[in-house]
C-alpha cells in the first residue's frame, strides 16, 4: 500500500452517507465527499468483480422477453435440467456469485410458492414437485459461489398487484426466498413499474422490503431500486470513464442523516440517472447530501436476456466478454454478466466456450505483471500536487495495460493521473491517461517499451491511496 503525501488535515472521519451544511465550503465539501466509503457489504462485494445473472423461466420456453402473466405453467419443463452444469462453468470461468431470476415480470416463480399457483408446482417439470432455486442455491454453497435472488417487483400475474395488498404478497414471497435457501449475497430489485393484469400500477413499499432484507438478511446487498449498489445506466456492459462511487443523493433528507448518524441509514431509492457525469465538483458542489453508491454493470451475453431461439449464433465472443470486462471491472463497477440457460436447462456449448474462454484470455493478458520485477519502486517527484509511484528496471520491459487500485475502504480520491514512461532523450512522455481510479481501473495503450516507468497523480480530493498496481 503506497500512502502519497497527505494534504495537511489529520483528523480523519469516514461516513458512509453526508450531508451537506448550506455553508460548507467548497474545500469543505470535497474533503467531506473524499471521507465518503463503502458499508462492509458494499466493500466485500465489491470485491467479487465478476457476478452472473441468469435468466430463466416461463419466458424461456414461450421464448418471450416479457411475458404477460397469462403463459401457459405447463409450457416450462426442460428436458435436461442442471444446476451444477452453470455454477461448475462459473466457477471455471472466475465467477464469484450468481444471481437468478427467481420471478421475472410475468410472475411466474422459479420455487413452490404458498402465495401463488402460478409457479413451478403447475408445470410437469418433475411432475410439479422441482425447485429451481433450490438446486441452484444448492449449487452454489457445493462450488462456493455466492447466491442472489431477483425478484420483480412488477408482477403481471398477481390479481392483487395494484393495491395494497400486493405488497403484503410480495413480503410474503421475498419472506419465502429470504428464509429457506441459506445466505443470500445479493437482492435485486429492478425499476420497471408497468401495469398489472387488472390496468392499474402498485406503489411499492421499498421501505417495508429493505427493512425486512436487513432483519433477515442483513449481509445481502439490495441493488438497483436498492440503497447498496446502482445501475449504471445502460446495458451494453459499458461504465464511465469517470466512475464515481461517491455521488449525490437527491431523495436523501440531510435531517435523515443527522438522525440516523449512530445507526444504518437505509436510503429511498433514488432516482436512476444516466447522466455522463454522476459526481464531479460541479455535481457535489450542488449536492445537499453525498452517499456511497457503487455502479453495477448488467449485460447480457447473447443479444436478450432471456434465451430466445432467435439469438442463436449471436453469442458473444470471448474477446468481446474481455473488452466488457475493461469497460465495467476496469472502470470502477462490478459486471454483472446474464448467461441464459435455453430450453434444456444448461448453458449451451456457444455460452460455455464463450466463458471458459474469456477466463483463458484473462489468464493470458495479466499473468505477467512487470512491476514485482522492477529493480526499484520509489515515490515519485514531480510537478504534480500529489506525487505518485515510480518503477525502474535493469533491462526495458514492454508493456501495454496498466492497472491501479485505490484502497476504497478509505474513500474514492483520485481524479486525474497518468502513466508515464522515460523517453530516449531523457524526458517523460505519457503513454496513458485517466480520471477516477476507485476499486479498479484498467488502461490499454499502445505498446511502450522502456526501463523507468512512473504513475502521477495529477489531481485528489485527499491523500491517494493506492492499494494495487499492475503493468502488462
Ligand atoms: C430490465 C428488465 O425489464 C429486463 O427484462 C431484464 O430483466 C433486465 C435485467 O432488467 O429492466
Excluded at 405488497?167 to 398489472?196: M, R, S
Excluded at 449481509?219 to 461504465?239: L, Y
Excluded at 470486462?325 to 454478466?337: D, E, I, K, M, P
Amino acid at each position: 500500500m503506497v500512502l502519497l503525501p497527505s494534504c495537511g488535515r489529520t483528523a480523519e472521519k469516514y461516513y458512509n452517507h453526508v450531508a451537506i451544511d448550506p455553508d460548507d465550503s467548497m474545500e469543505d465539501i470535497v474533503w467531506k465527499a473524499a471521507h465518503v466509503v463503502p458499508s462492509q457489504r458494499q466493500l466485500d462485494w465489491q470485491r467479487l468483480e465478476l457476478t452472473a445473472f441468469v435468466h430463466f423461466g416461463l419466458n424461456t420456453f414461450a421464448e418471450k422477453q416479457w411475458g404477460n402473466g397469462s403463459d401457459n405453467p405447463e409450457l416450462f419443463n426442460p428436458t435436461d435440467f442442471d444446476a451444477e452444469q452453470w455454477v461448475s462453468v462459473l466457477r471455471q470461468a472466475g465467477f464469484r456469485s450468481l444471481l437468478l431470476t427467481c420471478k421475472h415480470h410475468d410472475g411466474f416463480c422459479l420455487w413452490p410458492s404458498a402465495y401463488t399457483d402460478y409457479d413451478l408446482t403447475a408445470s410437469p417439470w418433475k411432475d410439479g414437485k422441482g425447485d429451481v432455486v433450490k438446486e441452484v442455491s444448492e449449487a452454489c454453497r457445493k462450488y462456493g459461489l455466492l447466491f442472489g435472488v431477483y425478484l420483480s417487483p412488477w408482477d403481471m400475474h398477481e390479481q392483487t398487484y395494484g393495491t395494497p395488498e400486493y405488497n403484503d404478497f410480495f413480503v410474503n414471497q421475498l419472506t419465502e426466498l429470504l428464509t429457506q435457501y441459506g445466505p443470500i449475497a445479493e437482492v435485486w430489485f429492478d425499476g420497471a413499474c408497468g401495469e398489472g393484469p387488472n390496468g392499474r400500477k402498485q406503489e411499492y413499499d421499498f421501505d417495508r422490503w429493505y427493512k425486512l432484507i436487513r432483519k433477515l438478511q442483513p449481509q445481502a446487498m439490495i441493488s438497483i431500486m436498492g440503497p447498496d449498489a446502482r445501475w449504471v445506466g445502460n446495458e451494453r456492459g459499458i461504465a464511465r470513464k469517470t466512475e464515481w462511487s461517491v455521488v449525490p443523493n437527491e431523495k436523501l433528507d440531510p435531517a435523515m442523516i443527522a438522525e440516523n448518524s449512530q445507526t444504518e441509514l437505509i436510503m429511498p431509492p433514488t432516482r436512476v440517472t444516466m447522466d455522463e457525469d454522476l459526481g464531479s465538483r460541479e455535481v457535489i458542489s450542488k449536492a445537499r447530501t453525498l452517499v456511497w453508491y457503487p455502479a453495477e454493470t448488467d449485460v447480457s451475453i447473447r443479444p436478450s436476456w432471456f434465451y430466445s431461439s432467435k439469438d442463436d449464433g449471436c453469442t458473444k465472443s470471448a474477446e468481446q466478454l474481455l473488452n466488457i470486462y475493461f469497460t465495467s471491472v476496469g472502470r470502477n463497477s462490478n459486471l454483472l454478466l446474464n448467461i441464459p440457460p435455453d430450453k434444456t436447462g444448461r448453458f449451451g456449448a456457444d455460452e460455455v466456450e464463450s466463458l471458459l474462454g474469456f477466463a483463458q484470455l484473462r489468464k493470458k493478458t495479466f499473468w505477467h505483471d512487470f512491476l514485482p520485477e522492477a529493480s526499484s519502486a520509489t515515490i515519485a517527484r514531480s510537478e504534480s500536487d500529489w506525487g505518485g509511484i515510480e518503477w525502474t528496471w535493469d533491462k526495458s520491459v514492454t508493456f501495454s495495460i496498466f492497472m491501479a487500485q485505490e484502497d476504497i475502504s478509505q474513500g474514492q480520491r483520485v481524479e486525474e493521473f497518468t502513466l508515464e514512461y522515460m523517453g530516449e532523450d531523457g524526458t517523460w512522455i505519457e503513454a496513458a491517461s485517466g480520471t477516477t481510479i476507485g476499486y479498479k481501473r484498467l488502461l490499454r495503450f499502445e505498446p511502450v517499451t522502456a526501463s523507468r516507468v512512473r504513475l502521477v497523480i495529477k489531481s485528489a480530493r485527499h491523500t491517494p491511496v493506492i492499494c494495487g498496481t499492475g503493468l502488462f
